[in-house]
Nanobody, 126 residues
Framework: EVQLQASGGGLVQAGGSLRLSCAASGFTSGETAIGWFRQAPGKGREGVSC????????YYRDSVKGRFTISSDNAKNTVYLQIDSLKPEDTAVYYC???????????????????WGQGTLVTVSS
């Protein structure tokens, strides 16, 4: 039974930091990709970052480069999103997702992802 649990969101002031976590269960294969997506109020869902745990390659949306850092701990089956220098436009529900099996590496397009967490809300005040 595949489960993804996102946590770590909250209400913070602009310039602050958060670390989001995504705990995964039900995966035993290393042929996966994990992505972080967000959906702002009244907006569509967009990819912000993804990682291929098998080789450690990471990718970021241009607007978050230098502020967001994705990492994975394969032993703990957990992926993290460290968010620094938060801006009001980062306000959104953040979702983690898993693509398995993956052949061409992770994507910031949500189409390839098979499983989704429930999301965690990040609210940034100015």
């Amino acid at each position: 039974e595949v489960q993804l649990q996102a946590s770590g969101g909250g209400l913070v002031q602009a310039g602050g930091s958060l670390r989001l976590s995504c705990a995964a269960s039900g995966f035993t294969s290393g042929e996966t990709a994990i992505g972080w997506f967000r959906q702002a109020p009244g907006k569509g869902r967009e990819g912000v970052s993804c990682v291929n745990p098998s080789d450690g390659n990471t990718y970021y949306r241009d607007s978050v480069k230098g502020r967001f850092t994705i990492s994975s701990d394969n032993a703990k089956n957990t992926v993290y999103l460290q968010i620094d220098s938060l801006k009001p436009e980062d306000t959104a529900v953040y979702y983690c997702a898993v693509d398995t099996p993956v052949w061409m590496g992770c994507s910031l397009n949500d189409g390839p992802y098979d499983y989704w967490g429930q999301g965690t809300l990040v609210t940034v005040s100015s």
